[in-house]
């Protein structure tokens, strides 16, 4: 009787460095500047993955910066010059803030440009799949757009299945006691404003802070939009604020108190940063919540569809994760095709200095046991300074990073690190 024997492989335990990426699971990109600094990250359908942020022109002004990178982790030499793009929009400090890749593979950068004639306004710029300036969008693939005030922000974007683009960000209100509002903007694919939504295109929303500035947006299936950020200088400090809007640009009545929520979780330093949409409809705002003995931590809010906490999830609503940092706030936020739930982010102020942060939760709001170390993991590159600011978890299950590492030589470089999933 023959007698055989078969190999099998482990799988990579999930929150591990994934080693078939980059340099051990790892990349860090030099764009030529002391300060390059990666916010947003975003991944194609056939992935190759587009970082966003900004980097420094020859002298103190930043630039948009986009560097595009292969599946395995090199940068892509066939976008831009060499893998890479910038694009400067005349202000002092043009920041990337979010990204996003069409379904053409057109890619879309949004942020603000800082320091203009008129202040700082809302910059969005388009190129083409292979990294030029897209001449079919704006001025050259450039858009600006000045609200009439000294402060109006971009801090993300999200796409319409019609191809209409969604900023929001925040503006400075003509009541000075009013201070910044939530602003929301729409564009025809083309780049311009869209009548159809708002008052010429956009529409502001007060949550009665000193400043209510707008962070992240997600799109319902139904069209709807829900956006979230922070009420900063309440009378209770600072809440998380999730507003919803119909797709004519309307805060949406069925939504919280008149379309608004606001959330105090009983400190005063309630963050929201990100948002997501669970596959059953559910809202999932991430941010940072202050603990008084331990700083800030992560925290996670869920909301049901209609804008009331979610008790449900998590401990009556919410869930924070110490990393044992400082300040550890959650930037990002994203849904695995599984519906586990994963936020990254930095821990400031640990032994060895800020450490990338990223921890995973069940569809529910617990912490993901079978992922790092309960749920969590803290990952030190051997610099003092590692960042991690976005995140999104690709189609099989593996979770990309993007922020940034300080190089002791090179100053700040773009970093993207890919875990197994």
Same mark, same amino acid.
């Given at each position: 009787?023959a007698?055989?024997?078969s190999?099998?492989?482990?799988?990579?335990a999930?929150?591990?460095?994934?080693?078939? #990426?980059?340099?051990?699971?790892k990349?860090?990109?030099?764009?030529g500047?002391?300060?390059?600094?990666?916010?947003?990250v975003?991944?194609g359908?056939d992935?190759?993955?587009?970082?966003?942020g900004?980097?420094?022109?020859?002298g103190?002004?930043?630039d948009?910066a986009v560097v595009?990178?292969?599946?395995?982790?090199?940068?892509?030499?066939?976008?831009?010059?060499?893998?890479?793009?910038?694009?400067d929009?005349?202000?002092?400090?043009?920041?990337?803030?979010?990204?996003?890749i069409?379904?053409d593979?057109?890619?879309?950068a949004?942020?603000?440009?800082?320091?203009?004639?008129?202040g700082?306004?809302?910059?969005?710029?388009r190129y083409?799949?292979?990294g030029?300036?897209?001449?079919?969008f704006?001025?050259?693939g450039? &858009?600006?757009?000045d609200?009439?005030?000294?402060?109006?922000?971009?801090?993300?974007?999200? @796409?319409?299945?019609d191809g209409?683009i969604?900023?929001?960000?925040?503006?400075?209100?003509?009541?000075?006691?009013?201070?910044?509002?939530?602003?929301? @903007?729409?564009?025809?694919?083309?780049?311009?404003?869209?009548?159809?939504?708002?008052r010429?295109?956009?529409v502001?929303?007060?949550?009665?802070g000193?400043?209510?500035?707008?962070?992240?947006?997600?799109i319902?299936?139904?069209?709807?939009?829900?956006?979230?950020?922070?009420s900063?200088?309440?009378?209770?400090?600072d809440n998380?604020?999730?507003?919803?809007?119909?797709?004519?640009?309307?805060?949406?009545?069925? #939504?919280?108190d008149?379309?608004k929520v606001?959330a105090? @979780?009983?400190t005063?330093a309630?963050?929201a940063?990100a &948002?997501?949409l669970?596959a059953?409809?559910?809202?999932?705002?991430a941010?940072?919540?202050?603990?008084?003995?331990?700083?800030?931590?992560?925290?996670?809010?869920?909301?049901?569809r209609?804008g009331?906490?979610?008790?449900?999830f998590g401990?009556g609503?919410?869930?924070?994760?110490? #990393?044992?940092?400082?300040?550890?706030?959650?930037?990002a936020?994203?849904?695995?095709?599984?519906?586990? @739930?994963?936020a990254?982010?930095?821990?400031?102020?640990?032994?060895?200095?800020?450490?990338i942060?990223?921890?995973r939760?069940?569809?529910?709001?617990?912490?993901?046991?079978?992922f790092?170390?309960?749920?969590?993991v803290?990952?030190?590159l051997g610099g003092?300074?590692?960042h991690?600011n976005?995140?999104?978890?690709?189609?099989?299950?593996?979770? &990309?990073?993007?922020g940034s590492?300080?190089?002791?030589?090179q100053?700040d470089?773009?970093l993207?690190?890919?875990?197994?999933?």
């Amino acid at each position: 009787m023959a007698s055989c024997s078969s190999a099998h492989s482990t799988a990579p335990a999930a929150g591990t460095l994934d080693v078939r #990426f980059g340099s051990g699971g790892k990349i860090s990109t030099d764009l030529g500047s002391g300060a390059d600094r990666a916010r947003a990250v975003a991944v194609g359908s056939d992935g190759r993955i587009l970082v966003s942020g900004s980097t420094q022109s020859g002298g103190p002004s930043d630039d948009f910066a986009v560097v595009r990178y292969t599946p395995d982790g090199q940068v892509d030499t066939g976008f831009g010059e060499g893998g890479k793009v910038s694009t400067d929009f005349g202000g002092t400090s043009d920041i990337a803030n979010a990204v996003a890749i069409q379904s053409d593979g057109k890619v879309l950068a949004v942020g603000t440009s800082h320091g203009t004639a008129t202040g700082d306004t809302i910059a969005l710029v388009r190129y083409t799949a292979d990294g030029k300036p897209d001449p079919g969008f704006g001025a050259e693939g450039r &858009v600006s757009t000045d609200l009439g005030t000294q402060a109006d922000r971009a801090n993300a974007v999200a @796409l319409q299945p019609d191809g209409k683009i969604v900023v929001v960000g925040s503006t400075r209100d003509p009541d000075p006691a009013q201070g910044d509002n939530f602003v929301v @903007l729409r564009y025809t694919p083309d780049g311009k404003p869209d009548p159809g939504f708002g008052r010429d295109g956009m529409v502001s929303t007060d949550f009665g802070g000193r400043a209510d500035v707008a962070a992240a947006v997600a799109i319902q299936s139904d069209g709807k939009i829900v956006v979230a950020g922070t009420s900063h200088g309440t009378v209770t400090g600072d809440n998380i604020a999730v507003a919803r809007y119909t797709g004519e640009g309307v805060l949406d009545p069925n #939504f919280g108190d008149s379309g608004k929520v606001s959330a105090d @979780l009983g400190t005063r330093a309630d963050h929201a940063n990100a &948002v997501a949409l669970a596959a059953d409809g559910r809202i999932i705002v991430a941010g940072s919540t202050h603990d008084p003995g331990r700083g800030d931590n992560f925290v996670l809010v869920g909301y049901t569809r209609d804008g009331k906490q979610d008790t449900a999830f998590g401990d009556g609503g919410r869930v924070s994760t110490d #990393f044992d940092g400082k300040a550890d706030i959650a930037y990002a936020l994203a849904v695995a095709p599984d519906g586990k @739930l994963v936020a990254t982010g930095t821990s400031h102020g640990t032994t060895t200095g800020d450490n990338i942060a990223l921890a995973r939760y069940t569809a529910n709001g617990k912490p993901d046991a079978g992922f790092g170390t309960g749920g969590k993991v803290s990952t030190d590159l051997g610099g003092n300074a590692e960042h991690g600011n976005a995140v999104v978890v690709q189609r099989d299950g593996r979770i &990309v990073v993007a922020g940034s590492t300080a190089d002791p030589r090179q100053g700040d470089n773009f970093l993207t690190v890919r875990y197994n999933g």
